[in-house]
């Protein structure tokens, strides 16, 4: 683009903002001197490569690399994400589980993660990379615990039930009836109790009645200063048996 054109429409932009009157613009008479119709794009990518700049990134690349195709962990066999049961979805509950447990003075009696909040579809059979961890969570979610009674429970599974199942962890079994819809629930093989306090892990996301669960709202909670990223990778990489955590291929939402 032309320095000439550039301070024609700048000249132009100034005759429409200034004050005068119509009458006055009328009176005058502009001369276009020359136009030039070539179109060029300011935002064309430059085709060679800049060395100095590739140099000057090396280092701090080399080093992201390295951190993020760290192994942490395994599978034997190929996650998957999948409605209503997966074993993927199976992986990410418990894991959740148990990292709220290890930084968490009381014992979880479950966790939840909202189905939408694991954003890839699958995790191939074998190592686990840091990278793979961001990939399945990206966003900045905190740790939430809340202490709900039963009914509360009952609500928040039949919000899971009617949305075709979310990831819950091993503890939990979500019953359905014929039609899908949810009819009970069994925590640690035992029927739920409508005056018993539940302590439940799950993304502050859902905690602040996003997803459908509105009435978690008001419900007695605390955060912790922990993304469920971050938490997942810290568990990963402490000792572990056999450095996996196991996953399951059980249906904890089963059709009656």
Do not use: H
Not at 81 to 101: C, I, M, Q, Y
Not at 151 to 157: E, G, S, T
Not at 185 to 196: F, N, S, V
């Amino acid at each position: 683009m032309k320095i000439k054109n550039l301070l024609f429409g700048f000249f132009l932009l100034a005759i429409s903002c200034s004050p005068k009157s119509t009458l006055d613009l009328q009176q005058e008479t502009l001369f276009v001197v020359e136009v030039d119709e070539r179109n060029e794009r300011i935002d064309q990518r430059v085709k060679e490569e800049d060395p100095s700049i590739n140099e000057l990134i090396a280092p701090y690349k080399e080093e992201l690399d390295k951190t993020m195709g760290e192994v942490i962990a395994s599978t034997p066999f190929e996650l998957v994400k999948s409605r209503p049961n997966g074993s993927l979805n199976n992986w990410v509950a418990d894991l959740v589980l148990e990292l709220t447990n290890a930084n968490y003075d009381r014992k979880i009696d479950f966790a939840i993660q909202n189905y939408g909040g694991v954003r890839v579809s699958s995790i191939g059979q074998g190592d686990i990379l840091i990278r793979t961890i961001y990939e399945l969570m990206p966003f900045d979610n905190k740790v939430s615990i809340l202490e709900l009674d039963g009914k509360v429970v009952d609500q928040l599974f039949s919000t899971i039930a009617e949305q075709g199942g979310w990831p819950i962890s091993k503890e939990v079994k979500l019953y359905l009836t014929a039609e899908n819809t949810y009819d009970r629930a069994t925590i640690q093989g035992r029927e739920i109790d409508p005056d018993r306090k539940y302590l439940v892990s799950m993304p502050d996301y859902i905690a602040n009645g996003n997803g459908g669960c509105d009435f978690l709202k008001d419900q007695d909670r605390e955060d912790l200063e922990l993304l469920i990223r971050d938490g997942m990778i810290q568990f990963l990489k402490s000792d572990q048996e056999d450095g996996k955590l196991q996953a399951t291929l059980e249906k904890r939402i089963i059709n009656e």
